[in-house]
T-cell receptor, first 111, second 112 residues
Framework: KNQVEQSPQSLIILEGKNCTLQ??????????LRWYKQDTGRGPVSLTI?????NTKSNGRYTATLDADTKQSSLHITASQLSDSASYIC??????????FGTGTRLKVLA | SQTIHQWPATLVQPVGSPLSLECTVE??????LYWYRQAAGRGLQLLFY??????ISSEVPQNLSASRPQDRQFILSSKKLLLSDSGFYLC???????????FGQGTRLTVV
């Protein structure tokens, strides 16, 4: 069964601190993996895309990693800001139409 | 540039009433269109997708239906809402052949 699991479910950190969110997946065949940021009550917005051959990709203060052998991905946020408070969703894409969504990690950044 | 519009943003409907949520995309032609539902504490669940006018595929059996009367218009409907239809509904689009989806702002539906 295609499945994407994220941990932790929720996380609270102080502004300026770093954090790492985890994503484990059992999806086959694998096309690519995306991390989305979803503000409360809004639609998700794509942060990064990882293909099978990519290990690391950065987008500003966001760095995503992918280990295709262990089927794990992580999203590292550096020097967190209050605006980083949101849900972060790991999505594994198999084929053109199949998006397998994780349940997300809810991040709260405190001043 | 491409934009996606989804409305209304919030909706409270009584059980048994009909539903119509509309989604339109601007700035692209022949997009793939999607309806997702996000229940509290759950991941996004694909409800319907469409690769062209009048072409609708359903992922899960349910009380809802979808229609695509125009190239860039996608409508989610129900004849009689159930309490279990409450949730956050998201419309999305992607270019044909692309795996990147762009989401609308969502509709928070509460069935009472």
């Amino acid at each position: 069964k295609n499945q994407v699991e994220q941990s932790p479910q929720s996380l609270i950190i102080l502004e300026g601190k770093n954090c790492t969110l985890q994503c484990n997946y059992t999806v086959s065949p694998f096309s690519n993996l995306r991390w989305y940021k979803q503000d409360t009550g809004r639609g998700p917005v794509s942060l990064t895309i990882m293909t099978f051959s990519e290990n690391t990709k950065s987008n500003g203060r966001y760095t995503a990693t992918l280990d295709a052998d262990t089927k794990q991905s992580s999203l590292h946020i550096t020097a967190s800001q209050l605006s980083d408070s949101a849900s972060y969703i790991c999505v594994v894409i198999t084929g053109t139409y199949k998006y397998i969504f994780g349940t997300g990690t809810r991040l709260k950044v405190l001043a | 540039s491409q934009t996606i519009h989804q409305w209304p943003a919030t909706l409270v409907q009584p059980v048994g009433s009909p539903l119509s949520l509309e989604c339109t995309v601007e700035g692209t032609s022949n997009p793939n269109l999607y309806w997702y539902r996000q229940a509290a504490g759950r991941g996004l669940q694909l409800l319907f997708y469409s690769v062209g006018i009048g072409q609708i595929s359903s992922e899960v059996p349910q009380n809802l239906s979808a229609s695509r009367p125009q190239d860039r218009q996608f409508i989610l409907s129900s004849k009689k809402l159930l309490l279990s239809d409450s949730g956050f509904y998201l419309c999305a689009w992607s270019e044909s052949g692309s795996t990147e989806a762009f989401f609308g702002q969502g509709t928070r539906l509460t069935v009472v």
